[in-house]
């Protein structure tokens, strides 16, 4: 079974003649540092330098190197190119399948087998060059459900001479276009290929090449899903274009299909049903998103008040109408009971008045105590019918009669 493709990343770039202080920025860097973060060494304890670069031709520092690029570099085109660059970089799985002392030989092992089989691709000879070998920490996080225990992946990066060795004395151009880095991807790979099952044997390799297929579908599947609610959080619901459309229609005043205000409505009372808030701004109330929970406010305050906005606003109806009657509600803690049979004389003895307990006739002492309540302020009419049963009087009847 062939190396999977993901195993070996292999990029190309080039950098114009014109560039060579950004050319030798990289190559400080590449001597200097591992990655971004991390600076390297270049004395050992015994003060001697640390090699960093593996010459083949190109030199030994990014001072020599540089030189070495311009002196090689094309001439007569219109921007000529000062040097091309190559990142050779094993999936880091892959890599640390590796005995950890074999790492960096194997490394230079791949980047020269790579190097020399491209050209010979390309039925060129091989250009000079130099690399070094990069023992980084991986800065992209996977996602949180995929397990990642090994941080440090190693890589190398190349640099070329923008020219080949010509006939005689002369130096040639070559062109770095897809056939071109086709042929440096399969090179790559075949060379990973044929070192890793050297150093690993046949069967490891093989499970090694399952574990990244079975990675790579799993970040194929949760970089789906995210795009998918990305997409899902972007696009508005179905409710919501429903309440876009009748908008419109409202706006260019047509009549909406009746199919469509079925579905708003609906969708509204559902609202209703599962938020009170919501379904108080349905009725038309001002109710601030920041504002505090009004309904349960007033339960904790002691309001018998039900689910049902509607039921709530009702209540509410009925203790401002008590208020404006003259009854002394407070504001807190009340509980509001209703009762179907309301004795109207009990509720003048708990007002204070003192009325006996048997049935009270139409007599002279009635007549009297109706004037007097007149004379406080109650609405007494004049042609009140006084049954002989009063304790069985109707409340509604008598606010109604009291209000005509």
Known sequence: MAINKRAMVANQKFIYKKEGEHLSGKLKYFQHRNDRD???????????????WI???????????????????????????????LVLSPQVEFMQAIPVERRDEIMEELTEATVDKWFEAMNLPTTEYAYVVHKGEVKNERPEEVKQEHREFVHSHVVLAATVPGLMEDRDDYKVYKEQLEQLHQVSAEEMERIWTRELGVERVQELNQDLEELIE??????EAREQAAVELASPSEPELDELMLELYQSIEMTPPQDLLER?????????????????????????????????????????????????????????MARDLGFDIPEDDVELIVEQNFDLLDAYRDLGFVFPEDNVSQTQDMDTILQDLADLGF?????????????????DTDIDMTMD
């Open 379 to 395: 609405d007494i009419p004049r042609d009140f019918d006084i049954e002989p049963a009063m304790d069985d009087a109707d409340l």
């Open 218 to 223: 799993q970040l194929q599947a949760i970089d």
């Open 264 to 320: 708003v409505y609906d969708t509204r009372e559902e609202e209703v049903a599962l938020d009170p808030v919501a379904g108080l701004r349905a009725l038309g109330f001002e109710i601030a998103d920041d504002e505090i929970d009004y309904l349960q406010e007033m339960r904790e305050l002691g309001f018998e008040i039900a689910d049902d906005p509607i039921e709530q606003d009702m209540n509410e109806d009925i203790l401002q």
């Open 55 to 85: 010459d083949h031709g190109l030199g030994s520092n990014h001072r020599a190197i540089a030189q070495n690029c311009t002196a090689l570099a094309t001439t007569g085109l219109t921007n000529d190119v000062g040097a091309r660059t």
């Open 38 to 52: 991390t600076h390297v060494r270049q004395i050992d304890e015994y003060g001697n330098p640390i090699r960093r």
